[in-house]
């Protein structure tokens, strides 16, 4: 590591603060020496806050259905091959059934945004799996909706919203996205669902078409200023029906570096080993927690539906029984010495913000 660079990270270690263009210079004389060094001390403070606990969170992909058409998304609109699928509030709430058995403590709904799930339904099958399971965290992951709405589904219990930003940049958004798509109303939505007490995930994904060091670093501002309860970020990964077909996928490399680089912007934060991360490389997950993350999202949809929630190519665990996908990660995580915790796994309950 160079001088700057070694300032720059302890500066980071020390401050959880850079300018846009410090990130920028992290980013572009990266080095394994730097990696290690951030990725260490990642885990340092991770582990001052919440020990080796690793939390899970039970995913149910609730639909592929979606009015959206993003450039880089397997189940976008203009995918006319993407075999769709809805599942029923009955199904849905028998995977949350099993996910509680199998000591599931979070729920995430996750889906494209299909008209079907109303706040109606959303806000009746919300108040369903709160009254059978009070003990657990309901957690949204639906896309863009009106604050109305928002407010709505919080009124009826959900607990925390997932909404990637996608990227901070506006020119950088408006390549990924559909016209009719806006960078100003996915921010509007990430400000509304705080105002309404959502505890919010945003992120983005790594190596996503036309992405730059310098919209790297103005996500990591974005992130440095917004200070998310949860930051999902994971490899850019091409689906075959889509515009994106032909782009390369981001790399483990660069993934792991941001990973460790969010972790120290703010310690708190709950960061997850995503499902492209463990598609990129076969232990992807487990070196996303080597360089800071603290969560993974075993999928606990029904087995039939699971191949059709094709966001990228090649995702993994697709065949996987729910109690299988726990079971593995679990081994996973042990074998590198963290323990799963299926609690609640409250940002508010780290040690030092009890
Ligand atoms: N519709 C909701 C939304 O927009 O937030 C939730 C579902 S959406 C499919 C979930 C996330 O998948 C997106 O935020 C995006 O970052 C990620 N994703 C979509 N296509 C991807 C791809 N090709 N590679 C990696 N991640 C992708």
Do not use: W
Not at 105 to 113: D, H, I, K, S
């Amino acid at each position: 590591m160079n001088e700057r660079m070694k300032e720059l990270a302890e500066r980071l270690i020390t401050k959880h603060s850079l300018a846009e263009e410090e990130y920028q210079y992290l980013i572009e004389n990266r080095s394994a020496d730097a990696a290690a060094f951030l990725a260490e001390h990642a885990v340092r403070v991770r582990r001052e806050i919440y020990g080796n606990a690793v939390f899970v969170r039970g995913l149910i992909e609730i639909c592929n259905i979606c009015k959206n058409d993003c450039l880089y998304c397997g189940i976008r609109r203009s995918n006319r091959s993407c075999d769709r699928y809805r599942l029923t509030e009955e199904q849905i709430l028998a995977c949350a059934d099993e996910g509680y058995l199998l000591g599931f403590r979070t729920v995430v709904l996750q889906g494209g945004e299909d008209a079907y799930f109303s706040d109606e339904v959303m806000c009746g099958m919300i108040r369903q799996l709160k009254s059978a399971h009070p003990d657990c965290a309901v957690t949204l992951s639906l896309g863009e909706r009106s604050l109305a709405s928002y407010a709505a589904l919080r009124e009826a219990g959900a607990d925390r919203y997932l909404l990637r930003h996608e990227t901070a940049d506006r020119e950088h958004y408006e390549r990924l996205h559909p016209p009719e798509m806006s960078f100003d109303n996915r921010m509007r939505c990430l400000n509304d669902l705080r105002a309404l007490g959502y505890q919010v995930g945003c992120g983005f994904m790594v190596g996503s078409p036309f992405q730059t060091s310098q919209e790297l670093a103005e996500d990591l501002k974005f992130i440095e200023n917004f200070k998310p309860d949860m930051c999902g970020i994971g490899p850019f990964v091409p689906h075959h029906d889509t515009p994106f077909r032909d782009e390369p996928p981001g790399t483990l490399e660069l993934t792991c570096f941001l990973l460790s680089i969010i972790r120290l912007i703010y310690p708190p934060v709950l960061l997850p080993a995503t499902t492209a991360l463990g598609t990129i490389a076969p232990d992807g997950r487990e070196r996303g927690i080597l360089a800071g993350a603290n969560v993974v999202m075993p999928n606990l949809s029904p087995i039939s539906v699971r191949n059709k929630y094709e966001l990228y190519d090649n995702k993994i665990c697709t065949g996987d029984e729910s109690a299988q996908s726990r079971s593995c990660l679990e081994q996973r995580m042990s074998a590198i010495g963290y323990e799963i915790v299926t609690d609640i796994g409250d940002i508010r309950k780290g040690k030092r913000y009890e």
